[in-house]
């Protein structure tokens, strides 16, 4: 028995199919599905039932495979272990960051990180949050940078900074005469939203309190970004919802579109997210603390006039 063979009998659980699992392990279907047989006769037990599609472990099969998954952890923590002990910080790390968070969030640190740590391989692809929670719940990445709170102990949360929202408008809107905007004087139907999937799609109704968007315009569209978002309004009627770090990507003639909410402080709260087969901490605690040192200190701040805002 190797831990190799472990490995891939909990590949194929998450995947609930060999051939996948070894596309993931970077082995050929054959010499998984081997070492897999090679593991069940050593056991002497059938760990999954091949006649089901999706493949299925068998009822001795996920005592097997809970068994598995706690020897690999603890190798995984002896190993960093050994990298704390040696003061390294080494290895791959897979992090995901919502798309509405990665262009202005990433260019803070990752310069510098790459930088002081060229012994880290560190591999980032932008996630929708719902894609997200599927990947720590199942191991596939190491953590994650996005909006919270995801109301569940599985994952652990490390509070990064509180993000407020402002709102940006057309360049002829009448609101544009005001200091500050209530609630109450945004229209439904002027709003520009992300498609559905964008956690910012739904903290932006909640912001405006709305419990709907109406389609009474002639025009329909909803945007896959930010960027997107803000050119459709800046050539239509309208309005859209914008999270600071964005709005401080905007020009100087656009800053002037931008307006605070006169009776709260709208904001989301973004972190730093591991699951429950997080391992790597040398490197997620280096990437912590290097985001606090880089975030803007304002965005760091406390107010009583703050909402946090659920994502969903």
Same mark, same amino acid.
């Given at each position: 028995?190797?831990?190799?063979?472990?490995?891939?009998?909990?590949?194929?659980?998450?995947?609930?199919?060999?051939?996948?699992?070894?596309?993931?392990?970077?082995?050929?279907?054959?010499?998984?599905?081997?070492?897999?047989?090679?593991?069940?006769?050593?056991?002497?037990?059938?760990?999954?039932?091949?006649?089901?599609?999706?493949?299925?472990?068998?009822?001795?099969?996920?005592?097997?495979?809970?068994?598995?998954?706690?020897?690999?952890?603890?190798?995984?923590?002896?190993?960093?272990?050994?990298?704390?002990?040696?003061?390294?910080?080494?290895?791959?790390?897979?992090?995901?960051?919502?798309?509405?968070?990665?262009?202005?969030?990433?260019?803070?640190?990752?310069?510098?990180?790459?930088?002081?740590?060229?012994?880290?391989?560190?591999?980032?692809?932008?996630?929708?949050?719902?894609?997200?929670?599927?990947? =720590?719940?199942?191991? $596939?990445?190491?953590?994650?940078?996005?909006?919270? /709170?995801? !109301?569940?102990?599985?994952? @652990? &949360?490390? +509070?990064?900074?509180?993000?407020?929202?402002?709102?940006?408008?057309?360049?002829?809107?009448? =609101?544009?005469?005001? $200091?500050?905007?209530?609630?109450?004087?945004?229209? /439904?139907? !002027?709003?520009?939203?992300? @498609? &559905?999937? +964008?956690?910012?799609?739904?903290?932006?109704?909640?912001?405006?309190?709305?419990?709907?968007?109406?389609?009474?315009?002639?025009?329909?569209?909803?945007?896959?970004?930010?960027?997107?978002?803000?050119?459709?309004? @800046?050539?239509?009627?309208?309005?859209?919802?914008?999270?600071?770090?964005?709005?401080?990507?905007?020009?100087?003639?656009?800053?002037?579109?931008?307006?605070?909410?006169?009776?709260?402080?709208?904001?989301?709260?973004?972190?730093?997210?591991?699951?429950?087969?997080?391992?790597?901490?040398?490197?997620?605690?280096?990437?912590?603390?290097?985001?606090?040192?880089?975030?803007?200190?304002?965005?760091?701040?406390?107010?009583?006039?703050?909402?946090?805002?659920?994502?969903?």
């Amino acid at each position: 028995m190797t831990l190799t063979q472990l490995n891939y009998i909990l590949a194929v659980q998450r995947c609930r199919n060999f051939a996948q699992a070894a596309r993931e392990c970077h082995v050929t279907q054959p010499t998984l599905s081997m070492q897999i047989q090679k593991l069940e006769e050593y056991l002497q037990l059938i760990i999954f039932d091949r006649s089901k599609n999706p493949i299925e472990p068998t009822a001795v099969g996920k005592k097997i495979l809970e068994t598995a998954h706690k020897i690999l952890s603890g190798s995984h923590e002896l190993e960093e272990l050994s990298k704390t002990l040696r003061g390294e910080v080494s290895g791959e790390f897979y992090l995901s960051v919502i798309p509405t968070l990665a262009p202005y969030v990433l260019p803070l640190f990752i310069g510098q990180f790459v930088k002081l740590y060229p012994q880290v391989d560190l591999k980032i692809y932008e996630t929708q949050t719902s894609e997200i929670v599927r990947q =720590l719940r199942e191991g $596939k990445i190491d953590g994650a940078i996005m909006a919270v /709170p995801l !109301e569940t102990s599985e994952f @652990k &949360e490390n +509070h990064l900074f509180y993000e407020p929202f402002r709102i940006f408008f057309s360049p002829e809107h009448p =609101l544009l005469k005001k $200091k500050l905007v209530l609630d109450s004087d945004l229209n /439904p139907d !002027e709003a520009w939203l992300l @498609k &559905e999937g +964008h956690c910012l799609r739904t903290q932006a109704l909640q912001v405006c309190q709305f419990k709907k968007t109406q389609k009474n315009r002639n025009l329909f569209f909803e945007a896959g970004s930010l960027e997107t978002l803000i050119n459709m309004v @800046k050539t239509t009627q309208g309005f859209t919802i914008l999270p600071e770090l964005a709005c401080g990507q905007l020009s100087p003639q656009d800053q002037k579109l931008l307006r605070d909410f006169k009776s709260h402080l709208p904001v989301r709260d973004v972190s730093f997210v591991t699951g429950p087969f997080a391992l790597k901490t040398s490197i997620e605690k280096v990437l912590i603390k290097m985001m606090r040192d880089n975030i803007p200190k304002h965005l760091q701040k406390n107010s009583s006039r703050m909402e946090v805002l659920p994502i969903n």
